[in-house]
């Protein structure tokens, strides 16, 4: 399993200036002060790519490699904006990973081998946001959502 976690960007969040909230679609073209966009539409196409992967595959095989490959792309662009101190969007990635993971092991058509997969996978994501939430009191119902979500997954595939 990825071990990929930016614990330093989790640990050193604060506010944006002025309380604005920027939507994560007004990056995909952002540029960096480097001139560099903040995310490559290569990184943007590829994890797409995994996610409709991730969320159809009904076959019995089970592919850690994709699930691997997508945590280490999602965790990394969340990490990326959290440096950037662009909070919104790095809950935005983790959320989409989250989500995404949490939506596999829910689907029926789906092997149960690959859905336990998903499972054992979905802890990374719902860490990083559980530690983003408890960091902001405003969020306090989002954590008991996933917490929630999360520990229906685990009964129901248990």
Known sequence: MPHSYCESVFCQMQALPGGRVIRPRQFRSAQTSQGGSLVPIHEQQRLAQLEKQIRSHKGCELHPEWLNEYLDLGLELACRAGERRLQPLQESWLTRLYNTLRDAT??????????????????QPFFALQHLYRAKPERRTHLGLIVHEFTLASRYLS
Request: aromatic share 22%; charged share 20%; with cysteine.
């Open 106 to 123: 829910f689907n029926t058509d789906a092997s149960n081998h690959w859905r336990r997969q998903c499972l054992d996978y979905l802890y």
